[in-house]
């Protein structure tokens, strides 16, 4: 069975683009989680989906970040204008259930130069 | 004062000793506790939940304290294989937030 897929796994651009990330959860997971982590730290919460609901976007750090999951499958994440101080790694989880074990992707690292 | 606090290490260990790490947590309300594994530029996988009595997995040994808000993990007999970064996470409350520690790299030395 296939796990948690993103792409690309790494994006260099440039202040001011505007970079999509995508995520593919691991089939008939309904819970998808992004997270990232900017260097140096700790990985941090950015949002949940139940399906193609928000459930909890309390984490995205601005309105330069708009995640979507549309019909429930797959999530992008998009970030525009992108600045200096969104480079990190940005991992996607899913889950069958509500608290179940998360299940990561490998992650998109994004350099923003 | 972060929310959830590890040792960055590393912790060079020679092979076949036993390690233990631990992680303080600020917040009381903390309902479940977690280690998560990380290889070097891979994704943080599950090693262990972490319950209130104690568990324990093969070499991998998880302990929750409470009153003093810290979470243990013990590694008997280590291998090479352990050489990893160690994340601490904890969830508060009803959702899936979970918090999580920056890490403490191991590394298993032959």
């Known amino acids: 069975e296939a796990g948690v897929t993103q792409f690309p796994s790494h994006s260099v651009i440039e202040k001011g683009q505007t970079v999509t990330l995508r995520c593919d959860p691991i089939?008939?997971?309904?819970?998808l989680y992004w997270y990232r982590r900017v260097m140096g730290k700790e990985i941090k919460f950015l949002l949940h989906?139940?399906?193609?609901?928000?459930?909890?976007e309390s984490g995205m750090p601005n309105n330069r970040f708009l995640a979507e999951r549309t019909g429930g499958t797959y999530s992008t994440l998009k970030v525009q204008p992108a600045e200096l101080e969104d480079s990190g790694v940005y991992f996607c989880?899913?889950?069958?259930?509500?608290?179940?074990?998360?299940?990561f992707g490998e992650g998109s690292r994004l350099t923003v130069l | 004062r972060k929310e959830v606090e590890q040792d960055p290490g590393p912790f060079n260990v020679p092979e076949g000793a036993t390690v233990a790490f631990n992680c303080t947590y600020s917040?009381?309300?903390?309902?479940?506790f977690f280690w998560y594994r990380q290889d070097c530029r891979k994704e943080p996988k599950l090693l262990m939940s972490?319950?209130?009595?104690?568990n324990e997995d093969g070499r991998f040994t998880a302990q929750l304290n409470r009153a003093s808000q810290y979470i243990s993990l013990l590694i008997r007999d280590s291998k090479l294989s352990d050489s990893a970064t160690y994340l601490c996470?904890?969830?508060?409350?009803?959702?899936?937030?979970?918090?999580w520690g920056a890490g403490t790299k191991l590394i298993i030395k032959p």
């Open positions: 917040n009381s309300a903390s309902q479940s």
């Open positions: 996470v904890v969830n508060i409350g009803s959702n899936y937030q979970l918090i």
């Open positions: 989880a899913s889950s069958q259930l509500a608290f179940g074990e998360l299940f």
């Open positions: 972490v319950y209130s009595s104690g």
């Open positions: 089939s008939g997971h309904d819970n």
């Open positions: 989906f139940v399906k193609e609901s928000k459930q909890d």
